[in-house]
């Protein structure tokens, strides 16, 4: 299995421009989690899905951010208009929940925002 | 939901000692626990897990026992090696048949040869 895939890898913005983040879970998962960490603040969840389904969006830190799940295997994280405090690095998981709880995460997205 | 509390780093420790991060939590039930690590620029990858008490989680010569009677779930290895060194977080699944995880603040761990 390839794994939890995230896309872009690293994204350098303008304060102000619209940034769109990716990722495609593991086949099969049903639940779905963006996370963002920093130093400061650590590991942080954002918004969780369920069946496709939002669940949880209260660490979604303002309405600037919005999370969308068309489809089991393609989530996205937006971010309009972007400013420099939401310079961080975003992961997404995915996990089993009908058979187990473990969490897989991909490898992240760097988002640097001047 | 349950909380965590987590060993605060940093730790430094000699390639070859033995090493323990300990970890507790607040529960509801018996959630499953888990160890993630994470190696500099990367994603956290899970370690180990157990489901319920008594249980010993254990890879790459890491283990964890669930202790019911102290809420803990500590980890530990033997001989840590130089390829060791990254952050490691305890993360007990937030409520019986909860969906989410509960990360601890994380512990950095740091081996010298």
């Known amino acids: 299995d390839a794994g939890v895939i995230q896309s872009p890898r690293h994204e350098v913005t303008e304060m102000g421009q619209e940034v769109t983040l990716r990722c495609k879970p593991i086949?099969?998962?049903?639940?779905l989690f963006w996370y963002r960490q920093t130093m400061m603040r650590g590991l942080e969840l954002l918004i969780y899905?369920?069946?496709?389904?939002?669940?949880?969006d209260s660490g979604m830190p303002e309405d600037r951010f919005s999370a969308k799940m068309p489809n089991a295997s393609f989530s996205t994280l937006k971010i309009q208009p972007s400013e420099p405090r939401d310079s961080a690095v975003y992961f997404c998981?995915?996990?089993?929940?009908?058979?187990?709880?473990?969490?897989?995460f991909g490898p992240g997205t760097r988002l640097t925002v001047t | 939901g349950n909380s965590v509390t987590q060993m605060e780093g940093p730790v430094t420790l000699s390639e070859e000692a033995f090493l323990t991060i300990n970890c507790t939590y607040t529960a509801t039930g018996y959630p499953s626990l888990f160890w993630y690590v994470q190696y500099p620029g990367e994603g956290l990858q899970l370690l180990l897990k157990a489901t319920k008490a008594d249980d010993k989680g254990s890879n790459k010569g890491f283990e964890a026992t669930y202790r019911k009677e102290t809420t803990s779930f500590h980890l530990e290895k033997g001989s840590v090696q130089v390829s060791d060194s990254a952050v490691y977080f305890c993360a007990p699944q937030a409520g019986a048949g909860s969906y989410q995880l509960t990360f601890g603040k994380g512990t950095k761990l740091s081996v010298i040869p």
């Open positions: 086949s099969g998962h049903n639940s």
């Open positions: 998981a995915s996990s089993p929940t009908t058979k187990s709880y473990e969490q897989y």
């Open positions: 899905f369920n069946n496709n389904v939002p669940i949880d």
